[in-house]
């Protein structure tokens, strides 16, 4: 069965730390991975989409990495602010299909 | 340009009666995907659509919910009649075609009493 998990499931931290998040998945053969954010009471917004023959992608203070052989993806949120507070999701879309496996989330709240 | 619009933003009903649904995706998606999430939980795909066809539809429970996208465009998502379980909320995504970055509604909250 093709899972997604995310550790931890909640995180807090001092406003201006640096940060990772982790996200696994069972099933080495994927096609691309994406990072989102969620907001209490709102949908999901795309944070960075990693091909399945990337490493990395880079937006602003967000840096999402893959390693498709031990089945992991990391989230490193740079210079923490108060207003990065979300959950933030893993989605896997496995080879051969056309949609994405969503993790349980990260609850991360970023203190003044 | 405008974002995947839903409505309602939130509903309550008793369990047994029935709800609908709708969502009107970006202009030009071809793709139009219905979540459940539960809380504390990640989404869930119901259906995917490519037009107005069915992609998948495996995850639905058919017993109670259905789903349409007669005309391409909007979407509207039925349950009937609705169990305590299907407290959750109901989010709308689109994409330019399967396998893109998806964009995402506010979702509905519902609240099966």
Sequence with gaps: KQEVTQIPAALSVPEGENLVLNCSFTDSAIYNLQWFRQDPGKGLTSLLLIQSSQREQTSGRLNASLDKSSGRSTLYIAASQPGDSATYLCAVRFGGGQNFVFGPGTRLSVLP | ?113
């Design chain 2, 1 to 113: 340009e405008a974002g995947v619009a839903q409505s309602p933003r939130y509903k309550i009903i008793e369990k047994r009666q029935s709800v609908a649904f709708w969502c009107n995706p970006i202009s030009g998606h071809a793709t139009l995907y219905w979540y459940q999430q539960i809380l504390g939980q990640g989404p869930k795909l119901l259906i995917q659509f490519q037009n107005n066809g069915v992609v998948d539809d495996s995850q639905l429970p058919k017993d109670r919910f259905s789903a349409e996208r007669l005309k391409g465009v909007d979407s509207t998502l039925k349950i009937q009649p609705a169990k305590l379980e299907d407290s959750a909320v109901y989010l709308c995504a689109s994409s330019l075609t399967g396998g893109q970055p998806q964009h995402f509604g506010d979702g509905t909250r519902l609240s099966i009493l």
